[in-house]
């Protein structure tokens, strides 16, 4: 199942074109949902901040090592190659965060009945940043986005404000997606109130 949508939206000088793309992949132990969103400016401009301060990072703390002067002299090198540990730590820390990858998708493993929150890294081996039990999960409804045509299906976090965006389009092509989810976690489906 895959959900294409290009919508124009006419304003008051011109029109503002808006798309957006949700897919659904079939797997063994149940199936991948990729929301289509593009990622939030903000964690875009972390990992850049990141990838250049850990590149940063990684020159000083090779830098400090290879610096021959005063390699040897006491506890002056010592220091320098716990500096230069530290340093190369750091940077390899931030160069993973970089290349951790900003595109979330939701997995629901049916074999397992746990719903999963999934980041890919830049070579597509995957990290989870959250885990829910079917039971845990409380709803299963479509939110309708303000001053938009889209809308966005959204889990709710058993009767809490905690929410999980799975996709976003417009509201009928949503609700093949909400049903499945809903049959699958044996929920009955709701509209937002």
Same mark, same amino acid.
């Given at each position: 199942?895959?959900?294409?949508?290009?919508?124009?939206? $006419?304003?008051?000088? +011109?029109?503002?074109?808006? $798309?957006?793309?949700?897919?659904?992949?079939?797997?063994?132990?149940?199936?991948?949902?990729?929301?289509?969103?593009?990622?939030?400016?903000?964690?875009?401009?972390?990992?850049?901040?990141?990838?250049?301060?850990?590149?940063?990072?990684?020159?000083?703390?090779?830098?400090?090592?290879?610096?021959?002067?005063?390699?040897?002299? +006491?506890?002056?090198?010592?220091?320098?190659?716990?500096?230069?540990?530290?340093?190369?730590?750091?940077?390899?820390?931030?160069?993973?965060?970089?290349?951790?990858?900003?595109?979330?998708?939701?997995?629901?493993?049916? $074999?397992?009945?746990? =719903?999963?929150?999934?980041?890919?890294?830049?070579?597509?081996?995957?990290?989870? =940043?959250?885990?829910?039990?079917?039971?845990?999960?409380?709803?299963?409804?479509?939110?309708?986005?303000?001053?938009?045509?889209?809308? $966005?299906?959204?889990?709710?976090?058993?009767?809490?404000?905690?929410?999980?965006?799975?996709?976003?389009?417009?509201?009928?092509?949503?609700?093949?997606?909400?049903?499945?989810?809903?049959?699958?976690?044996?929920?009955?489906?709701?509209?937002?109130?």
């Amino acid at each position: 199942m895959t959900g294409s949508v290009a919508t124009q939206f $006419s304003g008051g000088q +011109g029109q503002m074109a808006k $798309s957006t793309n949700f897919a659904v992949e079939d797997t063994f132990w149940g199936y991948q949902i990729r929301s289509g969103r593009a990622p939030a400016i903000g964690v875009v401009m972390a990992q850049l901040l990141s990838y250049f301060f850990g590149a940063c990072f990684m020159i000083a703390a090779v830098s400090m090592v290879a610096m021959p002067v005063l390699f040897f002299n +006491g506890d002056v090198g010592v220091i320098r190659l716990a500096a230069s540990v530290l340093f190369a730590a750091v940077g390899f820390y931030l160069l993973w965060f970089a290349s951790r990858g900003s595109q979330a998708e939701v997995h629901v493993d049916t $074999s397992v009945g746990e =719903i999963r929150e999934v980041i890919s890294n830049r070579a597509g081996k995957p990290t989870t =940043i959250g885990a829910y039990g079917f039971d845990a999960i409380g709803g299963v409804y479509i939110e309708p986005q303000p001053e938009s045509a889209f809308a $966005s299906l959204v889990l709710q976090y058993r009767d809490t404000d905690q929410r999980v965006c799975v996709a976003e389009a417009i509201e009928a092509q949503l609700i093949p997606l909400r049903d499945r989810l809903a049959q699958d976690l044996m929920i009955a489906p709701r509209s937002a109130a």
